[in-house]
């Protein structure tokens, strides 16, 4: 095979009949962090201090100190990040082989149950109605979960904290299974906080998504946006983690090649 296909992505791009899309929400000190249950140790948000700023400690440049949870806005779930996945080989952000990370998109679009119901979760019968009109979710694809919850730009709105814990969609454990055992996906994205509905911790196992995901060796994608501007199929998502050494997970730009 020549290079005939690649020059065509170059060309479509250049001509505007594919674009990329930026699956990645801004990444600062506002980005808010998963809540956990005050007996777990919490993930510290972004902060970020100047080093230098064309000033006395770096006269012509400029540059930031970071401190984050590597789960921490847009990021990348490694396998290692779950105990169903310590064993597995290859599972942490410094070992995953490359090829694994660009892989076409099947996004589900579930934003009009998601408005009428927060808690909504992912079932086998729901992929089923998304196969029958789209086709068999290929192996090593890429499951996007469109909730619109990205949308939800105030912090408090996101998360949606209330007194029994956050109120957010996800994956039933039966869909969770069907996608990694049967279809065979390469991992799960979403736009919400972390792959597992708000709820989830109360679930049976707790936050199944991550425990049956992450146990087969698939990946996840969290607080994902702009899923609205992908179609059904037809696009390839990269998302590439930084090389951490042993890392559970990294944020990350995520972006697509989508037809315009
Ligand atoms: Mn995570």
């Known amino acids: 095979m020549t290079s005939t296909v690649l020059m065509q992505v170059v060309e479509g791009l250049s001509r505007g009949t594919l674009k990329v899309v930026d699956l990645t929400a801004p990444l600062g000190p506002a980005t808010p962090v998963i809540g956990l249950p005050p007996m777990f140790a919490p993930s510290p948000g972004l902060t970020m201090e100047a080093i230098s700023r064309y000033d006395a400690k770096g006269p012509a440049w400029y540059w930031n100190t970071i401190r984050l949870g590597e789960h921490t806005g847009t990021h990348f779930d490694a ?23 660009v892989g076409p998109a099947c996004v589900i679009d579930v934003t009009a149950d998601v408005a009428s119901n927060p808690d909504f979760l ?29 949308k939800r730009t105030d912090a408090k709105a996101f998360v949606n904290a209330a007194a029994d814990g956050p109120h957010s969609p996800g994956f039933d454990p039966r869909a969770s299974r069907m996608l990694a055992h049967d279809r065979d996906v390469v991992g799960v994205g979403v736009e919400t906080i972390g792959t597992d509905a708000g709820q989830a911790g109360t679930f049976d196992p707790p936050f199944p998504n991550h425990t049956i995901m ?6 996840g994608l969290a607080s994902l946006c702009n899923l609205d501007q992908l179609p059904p199929t037809g696009s390839i998502v990269i998302a590439a983690p930084l090389k951490i050494v042993g890392g559970s997970g990294s944020p990350l730009r995520v972006i697509a090649i989508a037809p315009a």
């Open 122 to 150: 992912l079932t086998p019968a729901r992929i089923d109605e998304w196969e029958a009109a789209h086709g068999r979710i290929a192996a090593g694809a890429w499951l996007l979960l469109r909730t619109g919850w990205s």
């Open 214 to 219: 992450h146990g087969a060796g698939k990946f």
């Open 79 to 101: 396998p290692i990040h779950w105990i169903t996945g310590k064993d597995l080989p290859d599972n942490a952000c410094d070992t995953i082989p490359v090829r694994r990370l």
